[in-house]
Each structure stands twice: as C-alpha cells, then as structure tokens.
C-alpha cells in the first residue's frame, strides 16, 4: 500500500491509499470466501459449492465492496495514527481509480482548523454599570397595579374605549375564505394592548356591546404564517361585552395582594423591585460584556473555515432550542404550526451564531495551547461534584457515566480557563 497525505483548505486532509494489483487481487479473493459463506447453490450443502460456481452467484459490485470495506478497515486506522490525524468528523469515501491493476481511494478527513492567534492579552473591552432609576420602579410597581386590576362590565349604553377589555368573538377571512387559526369566541381583548395585528384594536373603539363590525387588516411582510404574510384580511368581529378597569391604590394592601414572601409593606415592595431590577440589569450587563469580549476575541484572530465543525455547532444550537421547547410542552413540529418556522429555516437562522462558536472555541482552544493551560485534578473533581449536585445525583454514579467521556469534561474545563485567562488580562 501507498500512503500520501495532502492538507486541502477549509479543514480538511486528503489521506490517499492506493493498492497494488496483488493487494487488491487478495483482497476480491478474500471478499469471494467471506461473501461465499452465505451463499446458497442448489445441490451443494452451503459452504462446499465450487468457487466459481459461488463466485458466479456474486455480483461484482458485491465482491468490489466487501474488499475495499476490508483494505479501508485494515489501513484507514493505521494511516490516521502514522500521520497523527485526529479526525473531527465523518470523512467522505472516494473511489479515484478501479481495475484489475489497483486501486486508489480518496479519504476526506475533516480535522482541527488551523488558527492564527492575534492579540488576545489586552484587550480593551468595557462593562457597562448598573443604575436603577426612580422611574423603573415607579413602572414596575404600576405593572403589580395593573396585574390587580378589577375589571367591571360597563353599562349597555358605553362604548369601546382605550384600556377596556372587550369580550368579542370574530372570526377571519383571506380573499373570501375562512383561515386556520382566525377565529376566536367570547375573547377577552384589551384595547391598546398590541397584541392583535395593528389596526385591529383601534377599530373596535367607539363600538357597544351588541354591535358588530368587519375589521379590515394587513397582516405583517414578515409574519410568521407564510401563506398569509402581506395579505388583507377581513374580521367579522361581534362585541358580547365590554369591561373597565379600576385600578388599586399602590399602598401597603397592593404590596400584600402581591403575595411574595417577607413583603408586606409598599417599602418592602420597593426594596423587592429594586433588588429584582438590579439582578436583571447585571444580568443584562454581563450578557453584554460577553458578546463584546467574543467579539474581539474573534475579529482578532484568523480561523481556516471548517463547514464540519460549522455544522456540528448548528446541531449542538439546534438540541438547545428542542430542549427549551420540551421545557414549555412544545416539540418543533408544534413550533412551525404556531411560527411558521420550519426547522430547516431555525437551522438557517442560527448559521451565524454557529460560525461565531465555531471560531472562538477554535481560538480558545489554541490559546490553551499558546498559554500551557492544563487541569489539575482536584478541578475535575470539582466539576464532577458540581454536575453530581446539579442532577442530584452521587458522584460515583457521575464518574462512571463521564468514565468513557472525560475528553469533553476536561476540554470544557480547558476552554472556560482560556477564556476567564483573556478576561484576567483585559487592558486595565
């Protein structure tokens, strides 16, 4: 056998092996006995046909397959390990030259891509501060008085207004015909809300209980229904009731009403809000650094392109999104009936994110080089416990599912250091 190994762009190392008239002779020989095995010939006890009788009952494509299985089974592996090949992918099989002579296959291996590090110490990356101001909380405590509103019907005579809620059924139509999803009975709608399509709310106003009315609308360019994006829709809509809203006074019996524990008080409620508020905006804060550190990381540093890996984060971002949707009841079936969005159209949209996880932990992973960056056991350890408590789980239950996995564990561990080793190093 002969070995040449040629590094392509994007990624990707041709291993070449090619075989001798004798290996491949030996190799179709040794395919005819294995196959021959499970042939049966009329006559013979299985196993005890002549050769060429068997041979005869072989398809030649059958024969040429089971040989090149065995010669890739025997040399693909031995190839890696003598080139020092670390596959990251599944490679593609290619058949460069067959006949009686020999023959060539053509190996695509998907490997680690290169990186050309730049400036990753210093930095200059900034977080932001958090401020809560007197207007937010005075919002915040206006949403509790809006979630205990009582709503009270309103006399026969008193029509529609901005802030009523307005019991209607209705139903849609597109072009003359009726559409999946566009009717709805004794629906409970507050006018001003937002939550229908624009200009649908703001017809209802001035009409009485009793009344009806067709709403014409357009749906939205970039609605998630495809087949009725752009289109004008009719709704024949029928007020059963109207409701007003009276608010609560935002006192001591609001902060009770809201019912979270060790409040009791309109101060106690504030320091509630404040304390949430802050939380969310550092929240913000971080998420917003992060984003800000990946960014320079990123646009500091060259990484070759790798479609396999590429598509290995679209996969990883994919099980993401399916897992929080199981968390809401969902599965992406569901999603596209309620969106639209067919998986297909999610996977095109995270295709940008991808590529930017794609070349940071690509980058990451070569700054643990750069920098000799390495795990002490009491690390993994901790890790190890920290998943065990997570799951609620014992730590020997733990070590033996990571038994045959700790590869990932530890490059995980790897890529957090490098990157908490940027950060420790931002321009001060």
Same mark, same amino acid.
Do not use: C, W
């Given at each position: 056998m002969n070995t040449s190994i040629k590094r392509l762009e994007n990624a990707i190392t041709e291993v070449k092996l090619s075989f001798d008239k004798e290996e491949w002779t030996g190799a179709k020989e040794a395919a005819v006995d294995k196959l021959a095995k499970n042939v049966k010939v009329d006559g013979f006890r299985q196993g005890k046909a002549p050769k060429q009788l068997v041979r005869s009952k072989i398809s030649q494509a059958s024969i040429q397959q089971e040989a090149i299985d065995a010669l890739l089974s025997e040399n693909y592996g031995k190839a890696l390990m003598e080139n020092k090949l670390a596959p990251i992918a599944q490679p593609?099989?290619?058949? #460069?030259?067959?006949?009686? #002579?020999?023959i060539t296959v053509v190996i695509s291996v998907p490997v680690l891509p290169e990186v050309e590090l730049g400036q990753y110490k210093d930095l200059e990356v900034a977080k932001g501060t958090v401020e809560v101001t007197d207007e937010e909380i005075e919002n915040a405590l206006k949403n509790y008085q809006q979630q205990f509103a009582e709503l009270s019907v309103k006399g026969e005579e008193a029509a529609v207004e901005l802030n009523d809620t307005a019991t209607i059924d209705f139903e849609g139509f597109v072009d003359g015909e009726a559409f999946e999803g566009g009717k709805g #009975?004794?629906?409970?709608?507050?006018?001003?809300?937002g939550s229908f399509i624009p200009g649908f709310e703001d017809q209802? $106003?001035?009409?009485?209980?009793?009344?009806?009315?067709? $709403?014409?609308?357009?749906?939205?360019?970039?609605?998630g229904a495809e087949n009725l994006a752009g289109k004008e829709a009719t709704f024949k809509c029928k007020i059963i009731d109207i409701k007003t809203k009276t608010l609560p006074e935002i006192d001591d019996?609001?902060? %009770?009403?809201?019912?979270?524990?060790?409040?009791?008080?309109?101060?106690?409620?504030?320091?509630? $809000?404040? %304390?949430?508020?802050?939380?969310?905006?550092?929240?913000?804060?971080d998420n917003k650094f992060n984003e800000?550190?990946?960014?320079? /990381?990123?646009?500091?540093?060259?990484?070759? #392109?790798?479609?396999?890996? /590429?598509?290995?984060?679209v996969q990883q971002l994919l099980q993401e999104i399916e897992m929080n949707l199981q968390q809401q009841g969902l599965n992406f079936e569901l999603y596209e009936q309620f969106t639209g969005q067919s998986k297909d159209?999610?996977?095109?949209?995270?295709?940008?994110?991808?590529?930017?996880?794609?070349?940071l932990n690509a980058i990451l992973a070569q700054i643990v080089k750069a920098e000799g960056l390495e795990n002490t056991q009491e690390e993994l350890d901790a890790e190890l416990q920290l998943i065990a408590d997570t799951y609620q789980r014992e730590l020997e239950e733990v070590k033996n599912i990571f038994a045959n996995n700790m590869d990932r564990l530890e490059s995980d561990l790897l890529t957090r250091k490098a990157l908490e080793f940027v950060r420790d190093n931002l321009k001060k």
């Open positions: 593609a099989v290619n058949i #460069e030259q067959m006949d009686d #002579e020999g #009975e004794a629906y409970p709608l507050e006018i001003g809300s209802l $106003v001035g009409l009485k209980a009793g009344e009806e009315k067709d $709403v014409v609308v357009t749906f939205p360019e970039n609605y019996e609001l902060a %009770k009403d809201v019912n979270i524990e060790g409040v009791e008080t309109l101060d106690q409620l504030k320091e509630h $809000v404040t %304390k949430d508020l802050t939380s969310r905006k550092e929240s913000e804060v800000d550190l990946f960014k320079a /990381i990123i646009e500091n540093s060259k990484v070759e #392109e790798s479609a396999a890996m /590429i598509e290995q984060e159209k999610i996977a095109e949209d995270v295709r940008p994110q991808a590529v930017d996880r794609f070349k």
